[in-house]
Structures are given as C-alpha cells and as structure tokens.
C-alpha cells in the first residue's frame, strides 16, 4: 500500500540551528501539505501546494520557514533560525483531490525538538 | 472561519462496549467536508472516513458507524465493540473544498481497557 514518506522522524536541534524536513507524497498525488502539530492540539496547516505552486501559505512564519516543491513531486520545510517554541510534530500528507478521492493520508511525521 | 468543538477530551471503556465521539463544527459553508482521523501512539494519523455535507445518509463501515445531523452541526462517530487496539487519539477535522485545509479539532483520547 502507499504511503507518504517523511524524514527525518526525530530531529533535536538547538535554538537558532538550521533544521529541513523532508516528504515524499504518495505517487500521483497532486496536492501536498505540511501541518505542525503541538503536543495535546490538533494539526494546523502550514502550507498546500497544487503540483509546484504554493495554494496556501497564510499560517507559515514566513521570517523563518520556507517550504518548496520544485518539482511538483517531494517537498522539504525548512526553519532558520530554530526556536524553542517549534518544538512540534511536523506532519506531511498528500492527496489525489479529485471530486470522489480528496482525503490526505498522512505520513509518519517528524518530531523536532528545539533545546 | 470555520471551527471543529471535541468537546470530550479524555474517554476510558472497557472492551467490547460501544463508544461514541461527539464533535461539532461551525462553517459558513453550504457545502462542506467532514472527516474522522485516528491517531496511535506511532504518531501517525490514519483516515478513517469522510461524509459530504450535501449527503446526510449515515453509515456503518465495519465496526464504525456515524452520525451526521446538519441541523444541530454535529458528526458523531461510534465504535461497536471495542477493542484495545482502538485506543488513540481521535480528531475530527472540516475542509470547505474539495481538497482544502483541514481544520482539526482538539482530539479525544479514547483508552479501552482489556
């Protein structure tokens, strides 16, 4: 069965390092998201791409995280400079988007802590 | 904007008894996307099921069941005889379009007991 690839799943970093996560949809998957989800909370958005094209990006902190899909394929989000309060699960889903297939299936997600 | 309530936080049963998940969402929408999550202590989250808002009819898949009432803005989801490998994080979670953001609730944590 398919799934969405991500790396690394765990990642310690200190304040003000450079950290990248990397995600690999499930093949043929349009769409791809990046959610961060705090310890207790439900995930929220950071950003969607169409394919290459940025769809959604009104939630990423644009001072210190980017995020891009050169290809339209696999996907990296970066934070630089780290901040003890990006201590989180970053989740990365796709989805096929189509009328009668438009659920996002997650993949294992990366647990960053910042110290 | 739009809102999912998971009222429940914390849910204990023993196993083999039903369960049920209450949430609400608040939408200006007409047309929306409801969807139930499940998430292990693996920490990955698994799609469970999606209702449309234009299709009222309640399902059961399995051991699942749920039930959407446009009217008071509610999508409840039900375990039948549960098991310990039930036990997780449950979210609820909306999206105005096909394919748009989810907006997650806060998660319910559902423990079965053996």
């Known amino acids: 069965e398919a799934e969405v690839a991500q790396s690394p799943r765990y990642k310690i970093t200190e304040k003000s390092q450079a950290v990248a996560f990397w995600c690999d949809p499930i093949?043929?998957?349009?769409?791809l998201y990046w959610y961060r989800q705090i310890l207790g909370q439900g995930p929220e958005l950071l950003v969607q791409f169409q394919d290459e094209s940025v769809v959604d990006d009104s939630q990423l902190p644009k001072d210190r995280f980017s995020a891009e899909r050169l290809k339209g394929v696999d996907s990296t989000l970066k934070i630089q400079p780290a901040e003890l309060g990006d201590s989180a699960m970053y989740l990365c889903?796709?989805?096929?988007?189509?009328?009668?297939?438009?659920?996002?299936?997650f993949g294992p997600g990366t647990r960053l802590t910042v110290t | 904007a739009q809102k999912v309530t998971q009222a429940q936080t914390e849910i204990s049963v023993v196993e083999k008894e039903d369960v049920t998940l209450d949430c609400v969402y608040e939408?200006?929408?007409?047309?929306?996307?409801l969807f139930w999550y499940k998430q292990p202590p693996s920490g990955e989250l698994v799609f469970l099921i999606r209702?449309?808002?234009?299709?009222?009819q309640n399902e059961i898949s399995g051991r699942y069941s749920w039930n959407f009432q446009k009217s008071t803005s509610s999508f409840n989801f039900t375990i039948t005889a549960s098991q310990v490998v039930d036990s997780a994080v449950y979210f609820c979670a909306l999206s105005e379009m096909v394919g748009g953001k989810l907006t997650f609730g806060k998660g319910i944590t559902l423990s079965v007991r053996p």
């Open positions: 889903a796709s989805s096929l988007t189509v009328q009668n297939s438009y659920e996002q299936y």
């Open positions: 093949s043929g998957h349009a769409t």
């Open positions: 209702r449309n808002s234009f299709d009222e």
């Open positions: 939408t200006r929408d007409t047309t929306y996307y």
